[in-house]
């Protein structure tokens, strides 16, 4: 396929896989259950339910958060890519399917807050989703779909910070081994990954940079 | 990023958050259980069933407002937007997650109407959503991404718009805290605010077209 | 707003109409709950499950086809504008209120096969539906939004159809007054009102035809 | 309709059914309820209770594949389509009709696993969907819609992988009569079906290439 219908082809793999992030992202408030008091009852009464389902809202909020980093991790690879591939369609279904199965980790984890099973489960299934992200953007910005006229150095970025996001999933994972209430905040080392990642890309970088000019 | 692919970023994103807002509408619905009677039960007993979920019913209405007020806001915003800013996507995202989490707020209130605690946590979160749709809007708007060729007054009509909801918003919160069951009729206001808002900007607004006359 | 900014406008609402339809029309099936039988069961048990789940099943197939039937109208009305107008954002707003409230009805309606209550707010729903659909449809094929170069006939053709979809509803409604169990073979009196509209403006069409050629 | 305005009706029909394709893939999740246990459990409890949920897993990741199977051969078919006709909508909706329901077919059957009732269901409905499938393949590369300038040879492709998917439900379908454990292997044969048909189709398209060489 060739020119426009290329274009086209590749215009809706980008369109329903956005559907299904937007989709994934919305449904994970569906499994917060609204708490139900009797009309009675006190402010402090209706206040503590509120503060029962924080490992909820807590879930709730590292889900998007997480969803929301794949979605424009997604965004700034296919941005890049500038013809369809068949062979992405399988990787990205496969993307797909890791994160609409994200509402049912979250709602395992969140509601039992501290336990290791749900908690390896969550970070291990994050793990994998990153590792797939990580095949379907370099695929993306690989040689037969990168777009012509993109530096190398913008599309190679985009591996490098889906990468970080699985090293953050894997700290989490391996913190959640040992205290799994500690968990979440592996993900707060997604910017030091980055940083260590740039570090040691910066030489190769620099060659290339010098090759191109 | 310049010209088309700017264009392509920017719609991609427009494209997201619209299936995200037309999500958590239709997600409102959701909430609302179908009341089960016996087969032999009376009319009377179904109009009951009925009155019983009014509140339910007052909670869609206000939340498909409110959400479809939101989406219009950012209609109009990202109408006038010409230019992808990376800045906006970490805004835009909290919002989203801000109405993605309207149908929780929302059971949470229909399911203990005129209670004080769920209509304040109700109204704190419209008003939360309120406040970063005017930070998300005014960058839309913004020197950054603003289109070329829009009036500067077109485009200062729409942080105003999005002010005089963040208003009504405070004012049903306030009215939350001593008459929880009248605190809907907050919303009411926002043509009220409007105008002040109008009002208040009007002697700016004549001195800039003289300028720009 | 003019020419290419007014295309973008259009474009977007229709776009979210089209998800909120397809989000509506897609939780139809969430309404359905799936029966649990014990592990030993007969073939005959989970047989008479499936029997006993016909009236969800209707309700799924009839409000599926009722909101396809308002897609195919809204598709067909707004194919035909070719022009932005503010005004028509409210009632389209209405009209994806109404049918985003349809899981509710049906699934009330499903849950009590032949009961009065449930039939006569499912039909009052659909009638009440059709008549904003009609308001909308009309809106989109006005003089303020319709396409330049479309035909007069072609134009008024399409508020023809959403008049037989509301008489049929009306139908129903009335039917479910007496014997609610055959209510949803109202709606098979669409093409009836269809034809006996079209006869009815031929008259005036011919004219319209005779003056316009 | 002629141009741009059957190209757009098209593309609205194919929008369309991308997010039904989308929602109702993503609501398998739904489906799949979250285990609670005590807080004090210990870790192999945890285990168990996921252990227990493999047929859960097992009909999310088939039902996924079946309807990412679909929605691959949907994309394939109306790429090559480049007119709009008007009959092909009713075919579209009863397919996506019928890929909506896949949510309840699935949960019914991982409800029961291994149970003859449940996977007849299931693999029933898919041999009905595939062969919807097949008709709204063949319409959208037949005569009427069928792009300029796209081979016949391509076309032909489209309705033949079709097929292959029809055969492998119906061999699930039989499989599930007597095994009903087994059934979902019977997916597996796809392939096999293919490369049959192709074979079979060889010399008819030696001929037709013949002809168009």
Not at 43 to 56: G, H, S, T
Not at 64 to 84: E, K, P, Q, S
Not at 184 to 200: C, S, Y
Request: aromatic fraction near 10%; hydrophobic fraction near 60%.
């Amino acid at each position: 396929m060739a020119g426009a219908k290329s274009d086209h082809a590749l215009e809706r793999l980008v369109f329903f896989s956005d559907a299904v992030f937007a989709i994934a992202i919305t449904l994970l408030v569906i499994e917060i259950h609204v708490p139900h008091l009797e009309p009675g009852e006190s402010d402090r009464a209706f206040l503590i339910a509120l503060v029962e389902l924080i490992p909820n809202f807590v879930g709730y909020a590292v889900s998007f958060g997480v969803i929301a980093a794949f979605w424009a991790g997604h965004h700034r690879a296919f941005c890049l890519a500038g013809r369809f591939d068949g062979r992405v369609v399988f990787w990205n279904f496969l993307l797909l399917a890791a994160i609409a199965f994200m509402p049912f980790v979250t709602a395992f984890m969140s509601a039992h807050p501290g336990v290791r099973v749900p908690a390896l489960v969550y970070w291990g299934w994050l793990l994998l989703t990153a590792l797939i992200n990580l095949r379907v953007n370099a695929m993306a910005t690989g040689p037969r779909m990168l777009g012509d006229g993109v530096a190398a150095e913008e599309a190679a970025a985009v591996p490098r910070r889906s990468r970080s996001v699985a090293l953050a999933a894997a700290t989490a994972l391996v913190v959640a081994m040992f205290a799994p209430i500690f968990s979440p905040l592996g993900m707060a080392t997604v910017p030091l990954w980055r940083r260590l990642l740039d570090r040691m890309s910066a030489p190769a970088r620099i060659e290339a940079e010098a090759k191109a000019g």
